[in-house]
């Protein structure tokens, strides 16, 4: 087996929710006219059930898949081999509890995987990452590098015209790598262009100017200087230059004063998704696999109290396994509209819940850890005997003609597809973006499940609808501040 260090394979998420930055300008101009002049595309927008766990899960699960560590589906764990697991936000869900825990729970991977909660920064998945590429060569297992961001935003914000929700993760290990990694350098500096103390909820951004001059124009030019310096690399030798920065000509500022040709500078996916956070400089890396060919060098920097710089160098290994899950993630789009229905969902607002909503959701944490398989890697059964699937698993047999006593193995139905058998769409039920929709869906292979529905458009859902499982929230326990997660079934090609 090849034992070259690299970048085995990558995935990215977008949710399918964007959001118009017209609606946003034309809703608040009455108050901030100035927003006309950033009202140029989209932003992705997190439906009420994602959120930074969730959406690392998916970019995780497509990074896994594409991976040569990928198991079949049905098999207990997504992949073999993984030994770690990094994930890297500065808006996880939960500070005291491991959030990375949840999401090698999510993936079931083997309880004996190490795990980081990187945080504190928009350096966050380039540290991580750096740290992935560290423990490998010293002798560890292949990681699994996982970064994404759900930023709340004030209303009328420039922030909320600018920010958007994403996920990408890399799966970093020995073996054909796509991608070497040639170099890395990082330069600390406490330089602050924004920043969140622990008891807000939103982010406080300092003068643009001085962020672009003293900042990305004197701080990156830096890294990328000893970068070249150390690796022996040409600036004009890089073929894809990722510098995630949502302030305009900066990126080609940085790449002049470095020496980068114009022509290298990527499309930083600004007016298609937004700024996607710690979670942007892996996305854009994840864009450029798509178009790079064998040879092509990539450069990625990072900015945020100083700058992480990383060189890499395409592999042939590339074509035999190519990505596209960036296009094909903003491609999958559906319009979020009105604007109040985004204020509603993303809690911007308090909006009249009604009585239905007042029902105590405390989690018995007991019952959770005994059926944390079933619950959080959507385990259930295969009989030993006669081979029929079965979910949640028991100890007999569920086929009337075998009821076969304790021959249940492990069989994960995470990433088994299935179709939907009934439906239910229901404005009575609590939900925060009614109609809740469940149903019946029958998986391939056997094997059937009374699952909530998620990322539907009315007009498609019917008998027959094809379905792909998503780890999503479930529910919120608001009085004690705890999320519930679970599986959901959503259209296949959503």
Same mark, same amino acid.
């Given at each position: 087996?090849?034992?070259?260090?690299?970048?085995?394979?990558?995935?990215?998420?977008?949710?399918?929710?964007?959001?118009?930055?017209?609606?946003?300008?034309?809703?608040?101009?009455?108050?901030?006219?100035?927003?006309?002049?950033?009202?140029?595309?989209?932003?992705?927008?997190?439906?009420?059930?994602?959120?930074?766990?969730?959406?690392?899960?998916?970019?995780?699960?497509?990074?896994?898949?594409?991976?040569?560590?990928?198991?079949?589906?049905?098999?207990?764990?997504?992949?073999?081999?993984?030994?770690?697991?990094?994930?890297?936000?500065?808006?996880?869900?939960?500070?005291?509890?491991?959030?990375?825990?949840?999401?090698?729970?999510?993936?079931?991977?083997?309880?004996?995987?190490?795990?980081?909660?990187?945080?504190?920064?928009?350096?966050?998945?380039?540290?991580?990452?750096?740290?992935?590429?560290?423990?490998?060569?010293?002798?560890?297992?292949?990681?699994?590098?996982?970064?994404?961001?759900?930023?709340?935003?004030?209303?009328?914000?420039?922030?909320?015209?600018?920010?958007?929700? =994403?996920?990408?993760?890399? #799966?970093?290990?020995? *073996? @054909?790598?796509?991608?070497? $990694?040639?170099?890395? %350098? +990082?330069?600390? &500096?406490?330089?602050?262009?924004?920043?969140?103390?622990?008891?807000?909820?939103?982010?406080?951004?300092?003068?643009?100017?001085?962020?672009?001059?003293?900042?990305?124009?004197?701080?990156?030019?830096?890294?990328?200087?000893?970068?070249?310096?150390?690796?022996?690399?040409?600036?004009?030798?890089?073929?894809?230059?990722?510098?995630?920065?949502?302030?305009?000509?900066?990126?080609?500022?940085?790449?002049?004063?470095?020496?980068?040709?114009?022509?290298?500078?990527?499309?930083?996916?600004?007016?298609?998704?937004?700024?996607?956070?710690?979670?942007?400089?892996?996305?854009?890396?994840?864009?450029?696999?798509?178009?790079?060919?064998? =040879?092509?060098?990539?450069? #990625?920097?990072?900015? *945020? @109290?100083?700058?992480?710089? $990383?060189?890499?160098? %395409? +592999?042939?290994? &590339?074509?035999?396994?190519?990505?596209?899950?960036?296009?094909?993630?903003?491609?999958?789009?559906?319009?979020?509209?009105?604007?109040?229905?985004?204020?509603?969902?993303?809690?911007?607002?308090?909006?009249?819940?009604?009585?239905?909503?007042?029902?105590?959701?405390?989690?018995?944490?007991?019952?959770?850890?005994?059926?944390?398989?079933?619950?959080?890697?959507?385990?259930?059964?295969?009989?030993?005997?006669?081979?029929?699937?079965?979910?949640?698993?028991?100890?007999?047999?569920?086929?009337?003609?075998?009821?076969?006593?304790?021959?249940?193995?492990?069989?994960?139905?995470?990433?088994?597809?299935?179709?939907?058998?009934?439906?239910?769409?229901?404005?009575?039920?609590?939900?925060?973006?009614?109609?809740?929709?469940?149903?019946?869906?029958?998986?391939?292979?056997?094997?059937?499940?009374?699952?909530?529905?998620?990322?539907?458009?009315?007009?498609?859902?019917?008998?027959?609808?094809?379905?792909?499982?998503?780890?999503?929230?479930?529910?919120?326990?608001?009085?004690?501040?705890?999320?519930?997660?679970?599986?959901?079934?959503?259209?296949?090609?959503?």
């Amino acid at each position: 087996m090849d034992d070259t260090i690299g970048l085995l394979s990558i995935g990215a998420y977008i949710p399918r929710l964007r959001l118009s930055r017209q609606l946003i300008a034309d809703a608040n101009r009455w108050f901030n006219p100035a927003l006309r002049g950033m009202a140029r595309g989209e932003r992705a927008v997190c439906s009420w059930d994602e959120d930074t766990v969730t959406m690392a899960v998916e970019a995780s699960r497509q990074a896994l898949a594409g991976s040569p560590l990928a198991n079949a589906p049905g098999a207990p764990g997504a992949a073999d081999g993984i030994g770690a697991l990094y994930l890297a936000s500065t808006t996880l869900p939960f500070d005291d509890r491991q959030n990375s825990g949840m999401v090698v729970a999510a993936l079931n991977l083997p309880t004996a995987t190490r795990t980081m909660d990187t945080t504190g920064s928009a350096r966050a998945a380039t540290s991580a990452l750096r740290a992935a590429f560290d423990s490998v060569a010293a002798g560890g297992p292949a990681a699994l590098v996982a970064s994404a961001e759900h930023r709340r935003t004030r209303a009328a914000s420039a922030q909320e015209m600018l920010y958007g929700d =994403g996920a990408a993760a890399a #799966v970093v290990g020995r *073996g @054909e790598p796509i991608a070497l $990694l040639v170099g890395a %350098v +990082t330069e600390t &500096l406490d330089f602050v262009p924004q920043f969140r103390a622990s008891d807000r909820e939103h982010d406080y951004a300092w003068e643009e100017r001085w962020i672009r001059d003293e900042g990305y124009l004197k701080i990156v030019p830096v890294a990328l200087e000893r970068l070249f310096a150390e690796t022996g690399v040409k600036p004009s030798e890089i073929t894809h230059f990722c510098l995630p920065c949502t302030l305009r000509r900066v990126p080609e500022g940085v790449a002049k004063r470095a020496g980068i040709s114009a022509s290298a500078v990527r499309d930083n996916l600004g007016e298609r998704c937004g700024d996607t956070g710690s979670a942007h400089p892996l996305l854009m890396l994840a864009h450029a696999l798509e178009d790079a060919k064998p =040879g092509d060098r990539i450069v #990625v920097a990072s900015f *945020g @109290e100083g700058c992480d710089a $990383l060189l890499f160098e %395409v +592999t042939g290994a &590339l074509a035999a396994r190519p990505f596209d899950g960036v296009s094909n993630a903003l491609a999958r789009r559906a319009e979020l509209a009105p604007y109040q229905r985004f204020l509603a969902v993303n809690e911007t607002v308090e909006v009249e819940r009604g009585m239905r909503a007042e029902v105590d959701k405390g989690t018995p944490l007991s019952v959770l850890y005994r059926n944390r398989e079933m619950v959080f890697g959507l385990v259930g059964g295969r009989c030993r005997q006669c081979g029929t699937h079965q979910f949640p698993s028991g100890r007999y047999c569920v086929n009337p003609e075998c009821n076969a006593l304790d021959s249940q193995d492990d069989y994960r139905f995470a990433d088994v597809p299935g179709t939907v058998n009934s439906y239910t769409a229901d404005s009575l039920t609590y939900c925060p973006d009614p109609p809740a929709y469940y149903g019946m869906v029958q998986f391939d292979g056997g094997g059937r499940l009374m699952a909530d529905f998620s990322d539907i458009d009315p007009e498609r859902l019917d008998v027959g609808l094809r379905m792909r499982m998503v780890f999503r929230i479930k529910d919120i326990d608001a009085q004690r501040g705890f999320v519930r997660y679970f599986w959901k079934a959503a259209p296949l090609d959503a």
